[in-house]
Each structure stands twice: as C-alpha cells, then as structure tokens.
C-alpha cells in the first residue's frame, strides 16, 4: 500500500511570490490533515478534511493560506502572497477511521527568501 | 504551559538498555495519545497509540498511559542504536487534530 505522498520535496520562493503544495493522501483514506514545524517549535495543526468538506480550519494562519481538496482525493495549499514566516516543513497526513491514527507524508520544505 | 509538553533531551542510553520517554498534556478531554518517531530530515513515523489507562506492548515498544496524571511514557527494551531518532509525543482532543509535543531526542550509543 502507497504511503502519503508530497510534491515538492523542497521548494525556496521570495517574499511576494505563490507557492502550491500538493497532497496525495494513503488510498481510500477520508481524512487528510495539514500540519507545518516551523524551526524550533512544534508540529503544529493547519487544517482537516473529511473528503472534500473542511471540518477544521482553525489552525490556518491567515487567510494567505488556502486549502483545497476537490474530489475528495488530492489535496492542495496555497499560500499567496508568501512571507518570511511562512518557511518552514509542511506535513500532510491521512487517516481511516481507527482512532483517528494518522500517518503522515514526507512534508514540503518551505523557504521564503 | 504547552498543551503537550516533553522534555527535549538528548536522552542517551547504551545498547541494549531501556529508553524511558515521557510525556505530559494539560487537556483532560484528550482522547488517543500517540507517538510517533522521526528520524532527521524525515516525517514522523507512528510507532504506537494508546487510548485506555495501563500498558500496551508492542514488540520492543510499551506504551504506557495515566489519565489521572494526565501523563503518557514510552519504553523501548534493547535499545538499538538504529533506535536513535527524536520521539514525538501527540494527543489527540475530540475535533481529531493532533497537538505535538516537541520531541525527545534519543541518543543509543554502542
């Protein structure tokens, strides 16, 4: 069975500059979660899908931040205009249903210039 | 006070040694505890959950937790210096997010 997949690996803009992540969720998982480890903190909760509805968002930062997850499957995250605080490691991580375990993806790493 | 919090390390244990990692949260309402191992530059990897008071073992892992205390550990028999990675703590609260605590570093030297 494929794991929870993320594209890019790495990824430096500058300041100002649109940047995409992408999310390929563990196959016939309903719930994908976003999470982002800034340096020297913890992992923190951006946000929760189940299929393609957004149970929770209350941990997206500002609205810079746009997620999506049309069809139920992928997912995206948009951050439009990036800051410098916006670098980082974005997690993505999927679960079934058993006791909302979550396995997460290899993150993207965000470098904002 | 951080919602999970964990003491950041380096734990560093010989091998063949027990690991004794510990975690404590603030929220009483958390339901499913869970630790999750991440190796440097890699994403945290699920090694074990708990959802009931008392011990759960799988093979060299034993996971242990009080809701009482509001205290969750992690034991690793034998210790292996492949072993050596950061151990993160997560709760789960009823809106299923994950709080992360932010880590312990284990050190297994030969």
């Known amino acids: 069975e494929a794991g929870v997949t993320q594209f890019p690996s790495h990824s430096v803009i500058e300041k100002g500059q649109t940047v995409t992540l992408r999310c390929d969720p563990i196959?016939?998982?309903?719930?994908l979660y976003w999470y982002r480890r800034v340096m020297g903190k913890e992992i923190k909760f951006l946000l929760h899908?189940?299929?393609?509805?957004?149970?929770?968002e209350s941990g997206m930062p500002n609205n810079r931040f746009l997620a999506e997850r049309t069809g139920g499957t992928y997912s995206t995250l948009k951050v439009q205009p990036a800051e410098l605080e916006d670098s980082g490691v974005y997690f993505c991580?999927?679960?079934?249903?058993?006791?909302?375990?979550?396995?997460f993806g290899p993150g993207t790493r965000l470098t904002v210039l | 006070q951080k919602e999970v919090e964990q003491n950041s390390g380096p734990l560093s244990v010989p091998e063949g040694a027990i690991a004794s990692l510990n975690c404590t949260y603030s929220d009483r309402v958390s339901q499913s505890f869970f630790w999750y191992r991440q190796y440097s530059g890699k994403s945290p990897e699920l090694i074990m959950s708990?959802?009931?008071?008392g011990d759960k073992e799988d093979g060299r892992f034993t996971a242990q937790l009080n809701k009482a205390s509001q205290y969750v550990s992690l034991l690793i028999r034998d210790s292996q210096p492949s072993d050596s990675a950061t151990y993160l703590c997560?709760?789960?609260?009823?809106?299923?997010?994950?709080?992360f605590g932010t880590g312990t570093r284990l050190q297994v030297f030969p």
């Open positions: 899908f189940v299929k393609e509805s957004k149970q929770d």
């Open positions: 708990i959802y009931s008071n």
């Open positions: 991580a999927s679960g079934g249903v058993r006791y909302n375990e979550q396995f």
């Open positions: 997560a709760v789960n609260i009823p809106t299923d997010k994950l709080i």
């Open positions: 196959s016939g998982h309903d719930n």
